[in-house]
């Protein structure tokens, strides 16, 4: 139906990737602060809960320019990954995985933190008094109980990845077949006299995968309610 | 068997108990805000007493003097609570391995079968926690605790969240757990006549200090 053209598909095909990848890094990441933002009360905990939301609110552009200052080759971060682990992020599709993972950080965090906070505590006191050492108790009872909550975040985060385009382009610029994702592509086919109708191709495939996203992730969120009550 | 001496300050309400016992029940009693599950919760180790030490089974497990705290996972008690606390992302024969596995312990079958025997539990393995009673619940909430293999099990009111029918369906369970498990146990009601069936001994608390210490004919 859709006459999808294999340039169309490497920017299909790249988004996807860029978009797993990211969220697969970032979702050990994420379960670890939410756990903390969830759990701990530590001096600095309100910065640290206003960082992880910045992607939110901050123009792309900038989270885009901090990641190009930090993660390019010149960059504090960037020389050094490049020089000693050969790890070079910028105008790679890496970079655009960092990108993606940064944008859709917070919301990665945000269901997995509330799931996390709704699970019984006298749950995980009853799993000590059975002999289960903390990190038993986390990965027996804690992480089970929130899963479907891990589940939507990582749904939420993926679909969030999968649409970036301000922080990728302006880090990662927009090479077709090494950087160029649906976004940045269709952001260059409007800009191109005759590309409305593969524009509107992968505008359709866009909306395609948000939606299942978000469907997914509001199924997920309803396993969690059932769950928790034992069901 | 089990020595208390500890104190105990929470908001206005302070705690002093001092007990020891060799009892092979003892029976904690007292009104609601006597205390009782504050002490409880300092033998198995989820509270941290101001002062004092408690020993179980000859180990101190707490000695503020020497800055002794083992922490609960490392006591080897058992707690049944009142509201049983069943794992709902597990079925029932899955909430009753789970001490086993937790300690890394082999598995027993015999003593499985005789848990699971005693408790009349066997029709309810594959069931999740949320399609039972609140009495098939509590026998659960028993049968994981013993197989974990503690050597004191801790009853917090066990009893207190069911109705009085299903209270005489749970006693004689709890009767035989106490001629048949062989785990010594601290059993915390407010009910006289629920202490009088199982008690072998009795530390009477109000307001956070022990009144009485002696057999069940102190509950007069």
């Not at chain 1, 990965?139 to 479907?148: H, N």
């Not at chain 2, 009693?29 to 004092?52: E, H, Q, Y």
């Not at chain 2, 909430?95 to 009349?120: E, I, K, S, T, W």
Request: hydrophobic share 50%; charged share 20%.
């Amino acid at each position: 139906m859709l006459d999808i053209s294999p340039a169309e598909w490497t920017a299909i095909l790249l988004s996807l990737r860029v978009a797993v990848i990211a969220t697969l890094v970032a979702t050990p990441f994420g379960i670890a602060l939410a756990w903390l933002l969830a759990r701990k009360d530590f001096w600095g905990k309100p910065v640290l809960d206003a960082v992880v939301h910045l992607p939110l609110v901050l123009p792309p552009v900038v989270t885009g320019y901090l990641l190009l200052l930090t993660f390019g080759r010149r960059g504090l971060v960037g020389g050094f990954l490049a020089d000693h682990l050969g790890i070079v992020f910028a105008f790679r599709w890496t970079g655009a995985a960092l990108a993606c993972g940064v944008m859709s950080f917070p919301l990665l965090v945000r269901p997995i933190r509330l799931s996390i906070e709704a699970i019984d505590r006298r749950l995980e006191q009853a799993a000590e008094t059975l002999g289960a050492a903390p990190y038993k108790v986390f990965f027996t009872v804690t992480l089970p109980l929130a899963l479907p909550g891990v589940l939507a975040g990582m749904v939420l985060g993926f679909a969030k990845a999968i649409g970036e385009f301000g922080a990728t382009i302006t880090f990662v610029s927009n090479i077709p077949g090494e950087t160029q994702t649906i976004s940045s592509a269709i952001y260059s086919l409007i800009q191109t006299p005759d590309g409305d109708a593969a524009a509107g191709r992968l505008v359709i495939v866009s909306i395609v995968l948000a939606l299942g996203a978000l469907i997914s992730a509001e199924w997920f969120a309803r396993r969690a309610t059932a769950r928790l009550h034992g069901n | 068997m089990l020595r208390v001496d500890v104190e105990k300050q929470l908001g206005e309400f302070s705690l002093s108990a001092s007990f020891s016992s060799e009892g092979r029940v003892i029976g904690l009693f007292g009104a609601s805000g006597a205390g009782k599950s504050s002490l409880v919760n300092m033998i198995a180790g989820l509270l941290r007493p101001d002062r004092g030490s408690i020993v179980i089974d000859g180990e101190t497990v707490d000695d503020t003097a020497s800055g002794i705290h083992v922490p609960t996972w490392r006591r080897r008690i058992g707690y049944v609570f009142q509201d049983a606390r069943l794992f709902p992302h597990l079925n029932v024969a899955q909430n009753l391995d789970y001490g086993r596995r937790m300690n890394g312990h082999a598995p027993d079958p015999a003593q499985h079968r005789r848990v699971v025997d005693l408790l009349d539990i066997g029709a309810l393995l594959d069931r999740r926690p949320g399609k039972l009673s609140g009495g098939e619940r509590q026998r659960v909430a028993l049968g994981r605790a013993l197989l974990s293999k503690p050597r004191l099990l801790l009853l917090d009111e066990p009893l207190g969240a069911l109705d009085e029918g299903r209270k005489l369906e749970i006693l004689p369970y709890l009767v035989r757990l106490r001629d048949e498990a062989n785990v010594p146990m601290v059993y915390v009601s407010h009910d006289v006549a629920e202490l009088r069936q199982l008690a072998t001994q009795i530390v009477m608390l109000k307001q956070g200090r022990v009144t009485s210490f002696g057999g069940v004919k102190v509950l007069t």
